[in-house]
């Protein structure tokens, strides 16, 4: 029998769950919950039903595992605790500094439904924490190192468009290549946020608006660009579609550690991912830890979870015999 | 309490698990176990014991985690289901089609014995296994590549170094950049034998050889040299030492996946391992997994374990309150 999925909240994230769970034989998705009018909302999967989030709770005994595909300021905090008291749920919650929180919250209702939560699922938070954490446990007299990019920050882009006279804009974020080779090198250095990553904004201005101005305001930006190197190419509309409708994105998580008597000896770890879509990478991670949450649940264990503490072997849809034989 | 280690087998590995003990002060090591008269052995630990293998069962209760440094070839087949009968263990076997039966020995032993069995940690068998595991449960349409390198093989070395005419050999494996970036872009080749990886020969000569000889028997040697480009330098013994007496390792693991509705787009993720000392990085790994073996056994869990089947948290000296603080 499949593992059997729900999805709550269908953007970008929520399409992307659609296609990852059709590329996992041991998965079917069964419904997928809206706040819009459900007749308004058109889905991939034939066989699943569109419904709207107040019939949630209807769905308990046919759902396995909800994949929550809210954003994180608002969606998150709210859902993954409510929902939790339902489902075994799996969310991508990316406010770094609030985790602690949300954790206790989402653990809270968990351990009282005795549903599984796994929080804070994709790639950073996700993928990038499972490197930090096993980087440094191997290596523990060492620096971490994160990169961010070459891709589409969603937050840049939008600050951008926020200011008067810019129609469109995207925002790259990417990777300075020497500090890359200074941290491959084993140096250690110490980086700037100037250092690490420069910023490439492609915008879209208004007719007639005051380019200067509109550039000035960008690279002065605080928090978002005033820290940064920063780019700023003004292009058409169509050129804006046709060069940068993609959502790439990826980066680097580089551990430098020493080893020895003397710690004479030195390693790098490096991880390195270059995705093409990053909702559509995030979602395939979700999946592997949504059927990690029903493996656990079925085993009788509840509250909230994250990346640190699953073992691998609960991600893979082959048993653990066939892993040992074919990958160890 | 700190954990309690003790060493079986005083090589390279074992040395360097002595080091990495010193690098994680939550552990301590108790005694240091050979097959030579122990008064020969000198160790850096002043603190710690050093005794003879037959001494073993008299440190039962004395200590937490015994991590085994023999070969895989013919100590630790028998030394690691003989050992988990009265210890926690941990070894890095590396027969890569001799894990299954290895396993399954451990696992019976360990599970009379109530005891944990960690097999084949390191970093290939190990860390490479994990992201072998963790990306293809992430992308499961896609293609693992591994290679390895740039570094030494011991056991090319050894081949070389049993020609007739040869005084000594280091030979280096050596990933092919071209194979690399063509795994990078995503196409997913189908690469031969001789298209990923190049070996790098540096010979010690008897007085009066037959050069020729040597060159052509080594680029001729079925399994080990004939299916790859080979070069091979005749230098003195003066220049090996100097040059080569290093032990690095390293090399990468790839995995090229597509997600999307038609598989439109693709995602490359890499895990780069860039080694200044092979066994030193491989000693490193079996002491974050004692750890983990030292948790899981105060749980009450017993049997054999891989690195598929262990949370990442048990690596960690950090709590998890502080890894989902710091690291998620």
């Given at each position: ?156 882009s939008?600050a951008i468009r926020r200011i008067e006279g810019v129609k469109n804009a995207k ?30 904004c492609f915008v879209v201005a208004e007719d007639g608006a005051d380019l200067e101005k509109i550039e000035n305001e960008i690279k002065t930006m ?10 700023v190419h003004f292009i058409s509309e169509e050129e804006l579609m046709?060069?940068h ?84």
């Amino acid at each position: 029998m499949s593992i059997r999925i729900g999805i709550l909240g269908y953007g970008n994230l929520g399409r992307g769950v659609e296609c990852a769970i059709m590329q996992n034989p041991d998965m079917e998705l069964v419904a997928v919950f809206t706040r819009r009018s459900p007749e308004t909302v058109s889905i991939y999967t034939k066989t699943a039903a569109v419904c709207h989030v107040d019939e949630l709770e209807s769905w308990k005994d046919k759902i396995d595992v909800m994949i929550l595909c809210g954003g994180s300021a608002t969606d998150l905090p709210v859902q993954t605790p409510e929902t939790v008291k339902l489902f075994n749920v799996v969310d991508s919650f990316d406010t770094h500094a609030r985790i602690p929180e949300h954790f206790a919250a989402v653990d809270a209702n968990a351990k009282q439904s005795g549903k599984v939560g796994i929080i804070s699922v994709g790639w950073d938070p996700g993928m990038f924490s499972l490197m930090r954490m096993l980087s440094g446990a191997v290596l523990p007299e060492g620096k971490d190192y994160t990169f961010w990019g070459k891709g589409v920050s969603q937050g840049h882009s939008d600050a951008i468009r926020r200011i008067e006279g810019v129609k469109n804009a995207k925002q790259y974020t990417i990777p300075v290549d020497e500090a890359l080779d200074r941290v491959r090198s084993g140096e250690n250095p110490d980086l700037t946020t100037r250092e690490k990553h420069i910023r490439e904004c492609f915008v879209v201005a208004e007719d007639g608006a005051d380019l200067e101005k509109i550039e000035n305001e960008i690279k002065t930006m605080p928090n978002y660009f005033a820290d940064y190197d920063t780019t700023v190419h003004f292009i058409s509309e169509e050129e804006l579609m046709r060069d940068h409708s993609g959502i790439p994105h990826g980066g680097f998580v580089i551990r430098s550690g020493k080893t020895g008597l003397n710690k004479e000896n030195s390693h790098i770890i490096e991880y390195r991912l270059k995705l093409d879509s990053n909702p559509e990478f995030t979602s395939s991670v979700i999946v592997a830890y949504a059927r990690a949450a029903y493996r656990l649940a079925s085993e009788g264990v509840s509250g909230a979870k994250t990346v640190f503490d699953i073992a691998p072997c609960y991600l893979s849809e082959k048993s653990s015999e066939e892993l040992r034989k074919t990958l160890l």
